[in-house]
């Protein structure tokens, strides 16, 4: 990006200046090199969800903003019911209420290296993963609504997961406003064998070492330290999320002319959020965002079947689960004068973590004083990150971070570049060792095939967006 | 030239490209596309055919149904197709896809696609044949 095109307000943070049909600034929070780095079309599609109607403050980009669909990938908006806010299906993303989890195990490498082989196979054959993979649940129609309605809570109902693991869960594992009867039935057969798989592409398990902490108090609370074993989950909601969000997509794109809604570009399909397809858009999305929860929930007990085998002594706590493709409402101080102080909002964040200050009251108590846990998730060679939400974020982003590292090339350069072989020899020379169905999803999500996480991790810390907690190096990956 | 296709670039994700001499078969061109995406369509054997019919108001939207059709047949069924029949009435598609079940050991599918997008949406005839293209999310 041509960073004469911006200006800039302090180090990290760069504002496309409100003009044309653009109803508020655009602003981006990166360091120079991210800047000179980032995707022209991340300054474009800024710029156009700048124009949608009802967005409040500003239209965000993260530091590891790329170029997505509509919205950028590590966007962020808000959007004001009572200025005809709009709610877009592309804001949200395809795979909606994609996220990370991140379990801790009481172990530490002495004790895992000795099964670290027999745990990577172990978790490869627990853990459904790839293409054409399927579940070992099947729901009828019935628990199928079940599932959509309750989320995490419906999985720990049926003995995925213990009760405990609620709390330290977004929502407390259930999005209230789920409307199952308005997912189509296309979807619900998508996912009919899929519930407890971990898909494909950049999505994984991994066995993670704490393998730095910066922030030894607010590790303390959350109940890391250096040497410490967790598990990452990142993965979302499976083909139904899929299907929603290409079936709503549609139906806005169709519908926003409707509703007088000029659209700058067809990709950022919206419908005004009091609007019949608005609403029925966000009762199936937050439906799948208990699919997702509950994925996620199944995923976990897998997890901890494997390790009751193998390491019977480990016990597995929820640190935290958070999603990273949603649309939520929340209440949020803006500067608007007239608003009398508090409004509630619709904030989209499309590839952007929620990252809740300290005291914030949706964060579980235990965790509170420390800020709300945001988890990064790397590439499968390098590192990830636990971060913890500021209290300035709000100010900055309604309460908002980066969510990854984005790729720094596409799939077919990597695939011309590197052999999902030799990618995994590397890595295991290194002690990391990979399980996958696909060499060549191996290559195509090669290390090197992504840019440098600790650079926008390092970006959002200094911004202010988020603190710099831990970072976490994987012994074991399991890739779809 | 000729019927052909190709992938372009998108940041995260992967642009399908279909060229041939009528609209329809741009279209199975990028049907093509997509399987690429996910496997090497030379190793998809054309033992099943399923039958796809959709509608949208125009050309683009069109291809992004259509698209999606496969994405939704290829993640019902557990399948990958290799040939495709392609015949456009309008508004309207009706197609057979061909191919077989997934197995992973001879088609190493790197990547699920999720959806067709409408970024980079274009169908148009240029020089003389027809372009469809979009990006997936994978």
Redesign the interface.
Known sequence: MDINLLKRRSEYEWEIPQQGAMRVPAVIYADESLMRDM?H?VYEQAVNVAMLPGIVKASYAMPDA?????FP?GGVAAFDPEQGGVVSA?GV???ISCGVRCLHTGLARADVMPVQKALAEALYYRIPA???S?GAIRLNEGEMDAMLAGGARWAVERGWGEAADLERIEEHGRMTGAKPGNVSQ?AK??Q?DEMGTL???NHYLEVQEVTAVYETAIAGQFGLKQGDIVVMIHCGSR?LG??I??EY??RM??AASQYGIALP???L?CAPIRSPVGEEYLGAMRAAINCALANRQILTHLVRKVFAELLPQARLPLLYDVSHNTCKVEEHRTDVANSGGVRRLYVHRKGATRAFGPGHPDVPEPLRAAGQPVLIGGSMGTGSYVLAGTAASESLAFSSACHGA??AM????ALRRWKGRKVVDDLAARDILIRS?????I??EAPEAYKDVSAVVDAADAAGLAKKVARLEPLVCIK? | MGARWEHFEHGADVGVRGFGASKAEAFEQAALALTAVIAEPATVEAREAVAIECEAPDDELLLAEWLNALIYEMATRKMLFSRFEVRMDGTRLSAEAHGEPVDVARHHPAVEAKGATYTALRVAREGGEWVAQTVVDV
Do not use: C, N
């Open positions: 995707d079309k790329h170029w997505g669909y509509g990938i592309g993303g395809f795979d790839g293409v054409g399927t296309h057969k998508r009919r898909g494909s592409g083909g899929h299907q969000g290409t997509l549609k794109a169709i570009d067809r990709e399909a984005g790729r596409s799939r077919h350069e169905p696909s060499m060549r999803g290559a195509e779809g």
